[in-house]
Structures are given as C-alpha cells and as structure tokens.
C-alpha cells in the first residue's frame, strides 16, 4: 500500500522516516546551548567595550541604548563582562565534564569487564572519594593550591569521575552479562575488542545523557566556588563571580546582578530539556 503525500510529508517533518523524532522543546534547549557555545568562542569579538573599561560614570546603572545590560558595580558594562564569562563557565565546565565522563566511563567499563581485583580496588577507592562532599572537596583543594583555570578543571573534574564511573559500570555489567558477550570471549576476543566494539556501542546513549546532567552539576559547583571567591579571579570573571561582585546592586534590583543569574539558568535549564528530549534512538540503550 502506497502512502499519500501528506503523510510522507508528516513523516519526514517528525523525523520518523530516519528513526528520529524531534522535539521542539528540546530543538529550543539545543538552539540555546549553541548559541551560548557561540558566544563562547566568538566573545572577544562580539563584546562592545573592553571588559575592564569603565564606560558609565554611575554604578549599577540601568539598561540604555549604549549600555543594554546597564553596568556593574565600577561603572563597566555588563553585556562584555556577560559575553566574556561565558568562556570562563562554558569552557572550564565542558573541559571537566569531558575529563571527568572520559576518565568515568573508560574506567567503568575496564572494570565490568575485567572484574576481580581490578574491579574491587577501583570501586571502593572511587566510591570513597565519592564520600566526600564535593562543595567541600572543591572549596579544600583551590584554598590550598589556588585558584586558576588548570586547577579548577581538575578539580572538577576529579570530584565526578566517581558518579560517571559507577553509572558506566553499572551499564556494563549488565552488557557484559549478555549473550553475544560470551559469544565474543568464546571466539577469543580481546578486552580492548569487547570494550570498544560490543560495551560502548550499547552505553552510549545513557552516557550522552548522563554527560549532560553532569554538566549542569558542574556549572552549578563552579557558579558556587566564584561566587565564594574561589573560582575565576579578577579581572577575569565567570557569571558565579558577575553575581558576587555585583550582589551589592540587589537591594535596587540591578541588571548587573540579575543578568548573570539568568545566563546561568538559559545554560542550565537548556541543558535540562535537551536532556529530557533526547531522539529515541540517542535515548534507547540498545543498539539497532
């Protein structure tokens, strides 16, 4: 039986016909995501004053024609200082997430499949790691070694290869438990083989995922470390610290305290509602 053009059409718009169906909840997350990534990388470019330049003669001074955001609380513009802090909270939390679900995920599955000892030591040295309370961890480690770019990432980093470790051994150990997995052991295969070739193809989905709620966390831990002076140092700035050096400006209802806030929540609800509207295909653990 043929089918009509108007159904071909609906087909094609849903994404059925290539066994994926779009949301335009999560198009709309995606869209923001993008272009916070966008500005990101094209921020030095797009600013219209130089983040420390001092084009008000006011603090915390409204929105205007020249000044869109309004200025902060020395008088700076609060559009270049938002556009350049987003390098700072985009790159440093996408360099963690990515060390940290890599690190996670590749230890994780050597473990399922190697089992034994192997598996034992890595579980209960990362599972007491993850005892410790993160915010505390962070807050510990930059006090004692200082603040900087390399040692946040790290830092980050650190605190959540443990939870991405134990989601990807948790998959694994049930992958590794299947058929086709003794099938492959049977034929002499590798570990590297089993992992590469039989494991990742059918985590990958959950992985995607779990590296986006990772992500958030990560935002929202870096958000908290600059907001208690931690994080990004002057004169440099992420928008945890926008929002503490402008926290003064509350009181009135300043744009220079508010508009970071909502950069944060775009990233991270955007984040959320990718997540939650991931394709079927990108959802289903298994592979087609």
Request: aromatic share 10%.
């Amino acid at each position: 039986m043929t089918m009509s053009t108007s159904e071909t059409t609906s087909r094609r718009l849903s994404g059925t016909s290539f066994g994926y169906r779009f949301n335009i909840v999560g198009a709309i997350g995606l869209a923001v995501i993008l272009a916070w990534a966008l500005v990101a990388i094209f921020a030095p470019l797009i600013i219209p004053y130089p983040v420390g330049e001092i084009v008000d003669l006011d603090y915390f001074g409204p929105m205007s024609r020249e000044l869109w955001l309004g200025s902060d609380y020395l008088g700076r513009d609060m559009l270049s200082r938002i556009l350049m802090g987003a390098r700072y909270t985009v790159g440093i939390s996408l360099a963690a997430v990515t060390i940290a679900c890599f690190s996670g995920v590749v230890l994780g599955m050597i473990a399922a499949v190697a089992g034994g000892w192997l598996d034992t030591i890595l579980s209960r040295f990362l599972d007491a790691l993850n005892s410790i309370p993160s915010k505390l961890f962070g807050l510990v480690v930059v006090a004692a070694v200082g603040s900087s770019v390399p040692v946040l990432v790290l830092t980050l980093s650190v605190i959540y290869i443990p939870g991405a470790y134990r989601f990807a051994r948790a998959l694994a150990v049930n992958i590794n438990a299947m058929d086709f997995i003794t099938v492959a052991r049977i034929r002499g295969e590798s570990t590297f083989y089993l992992i590469r070739s039989e494991i990742l193809p059918n985590i990958v989905g959950p992985v995607l995922a779990d590296l986006g709620i990772r992500f958030v966390f990560i935002v929202l831990l870096l958000s908290g470390l600059s907001f208690l002076g931690l994080g990004v140092q002057p004169p440099y700035a992420d928008w945890g610290a926008l929002v503490r050096e402008n926290i003064g400006g509350l009181p009135f209802g300043a744009p220079a305290v508010m508009f970071p806030s909502l950069a944060i929540a775009s990233l991270t609800i955007s984040v959320n509602l990718l997540i939650d509207n991931l394709p079927q295909k990108i959802r289903d653990r298994s592979v087609s």
